[in-house]
Nanobody, 114 residues
Framework: QVQLVESGGGLVQPGGSLRLSCAASGFTFSDYGMDWFRQAPGKERVWVTAISSAGGTTNYADSVKGRFTISRDNAKNTLYLQMNSLKPEDTAVYYC???????WGQGTQVTVSS
């Protein structure tokens, strides 16, 4: 069956870094564009960044541009999100998402706090 499993979340101090991973299975990962979304407590889920199926095109929300980097390894069926210069407002549950087929992972918590 289709699975998207995020990992790599945790507690980090402001200014720190984290790398999230999303392991995909049950579908042809390399056929689909992928996204990261996040949902802060009491707020709606919002789009963060996207990458094309082959990885050649990326887009970012203004709030993370210059600090976050999305990438993928189609040989490993894995999506990544490198997060640098983290801020308290980046605190959220982060979800990976497969475009067109609308598959979601279960999310991983990122908490930025001193």
């Amino acid at each position: 069956q289709v699975q998207l499993v995020e990992s790599g979340g945790g507690l980090v101090q402001p200014g720190g870094s984290l790398r999230l991973s999303c392991a995909a299975s049950g579908f042809t990962f390399s056929d689909y564009g992928m996204d990261w979304f996040r949902q802060a407590p009491g707020k709606e889920r919002v789009w963060v960044t996207a990458i094309s199926s082959a990885g050649g095109t990326t887009n970012y929300a203004d709030s993370v541009k210059g600090r976050f980097t999305i990438s993928r390894d189609n040989a490993k069926n894995t999506l990544y999100l490198q997060m640098n210069s983290l801020k308290p407002e980046d605190t959220a549950v982060y979800y990976c998402h497969a475009d067109q087929v609308n598959y979601w992972g279960q999310g991983t918590q990122v908490t930025v706090s001193s």
